[in-house]
C-alpha cells in the first residue's frame, strides 16, 4: 500500500520560504507524478505544481514565480518551495501521486504564514 | 483556462435519499478527464471516480459518475451516513489540473 508522509514547519514567517517534503513508501516513484495541492481554510483545492520522476516539471501559473519542486527518488522524496509567502499562503498543504487523478494522498499540513 | 462550477454549493439530504452533484466546465473537456473527491473535515481529499465514470477501488457503486464534454455528474444513489462530505471535482489531462469549489452534502 503505498503511503505519502509530509514534513515541514506549520509556521513561516512573512517573506520567508515555506518548505515541505512529502516521503513515499510502499511503492516506486518511477512513471508516477507527484504533485503539490494547498487548501485554503473553508476554500477550494489548488494544485500548486507537479514532478515527474525524472524531474520534468508543471507549475501553477499563477504561483509560477514563486514555486519550485523537486525530487530525490534515492530518498524516495519530493520537496515543495514556495518563497515570498504572505498570509494568503495559509492554508493546508497536501502532497499527492499522480498529474491526472490522485489516488494517494499526504495526511496534510497546515502552514500558517504569520509573524 | 477551463473553469469548473459545481452546483449547489450545499445539498440537504436525509440518509437514504439520491444526491445528485453537477460540475460544469467553461470549456469542453476532452477524454472525459475528469475526476471526483469526496472530503471529511481534517482529511484528505479521497478518489471516487475517474475518467468521469470509472470508480476507484474501493468505492462502493452506490457512487457513480457520468457526463460527457462540459456537464459531469456525480449520483449517490442512497446516502449512507458517511457519505455527508463535501465533494470536489478535478479536470485533468493538462500540465496543471483544476479543480471546482466544492459541493458540501449535508443532512437535512
Known amino acids: 500500500q503505498v503511503q505519502l508522509q509530509q514534513s515541514g514547519p506549520g509556521l513561516v514567517k512573512p517573506s520567508e520560504t515555506l518548505s515541505l517534503t512529502c516521503t513515499v513508501s510502499?511503492?516506486?516513484?518511477?512513471?508516477?507524478?507527484w504533485t503539490w495541492v494547498r487548501q485554503p481554510p473553508g476554500k477550494g483545492l489548488e494544485c500548486l505544481g507537479n514532478?515527474?520522476?525524472?524531474?520534468?516539471?508543471n507549475y501553477n501559473p499563477s504561483l509560477e514565480s514563486r514555486v519550485t519542486i523537486s525530487v530525490d527518488t534515492s530518498k524516495k522524496q519530493f520537496s515543495l518551495n514556495l518563497k515570498s509567502v504572505s498570509p494568503a499562503d495559509t492554508a493546508v498543504y497536501y502532497c499527492a501521486r499522480g498529474n491526472g487523478w490522485h489516488d494517494y494522498w499526504g495526511q496534510g499540513t497546515l502552514v500558517t504564514v504569520s509573524s | 483556462e477551463i473553469v469548473l462550477t459545481q452546483s449547489p454549493g450545499t445539498l440537504s439530504l436525509s440518509p437514504g435519499e439520491r444526491a445528485t452533484l453537477s460540475c460544469r466546465a467553461s470549456?469542453?473537456?476532452?477524454?472525459?478527464?475528469l475526476a471526483w473527491y469526496q472530503q471529511k473535515p481534517g482529511q484528505a481529499p479521497r478518489l471516487l471516480i475517474y475518467?468521469?465514470?470509472t470508480r476507484a477501488t474501493g468505492i462502493p457503486d452506490r457512487f457513480s459518475g457520468s457526463g460527457s464534454g462540459t456537464d459531469f455528474t456525480l449520483t449517490i444513489s442512497r446516502l449512507e451516513p458517511e457519505d455527508f462530505a463535501v465533494y470536489h471535482c478535478q479536470r485533468y489531462g493538462t500540465s496543471v489540473p483544476t479543480f471546482g469549489q466544492g459541493t458540501k452534502v449535508e443532512i437535512k
Open positions: 470549456q469542453r473537456i476532452s477524454g472525459n478527464s
Open positions: 510502499g511503492g516506486s516513484m518511477n512513471h508516477y507524478f
Open positions: 475518467d468521469a465514470s
Open positions: 514532478i515527474l520522476y525524472s524531474g520534468a516539471t
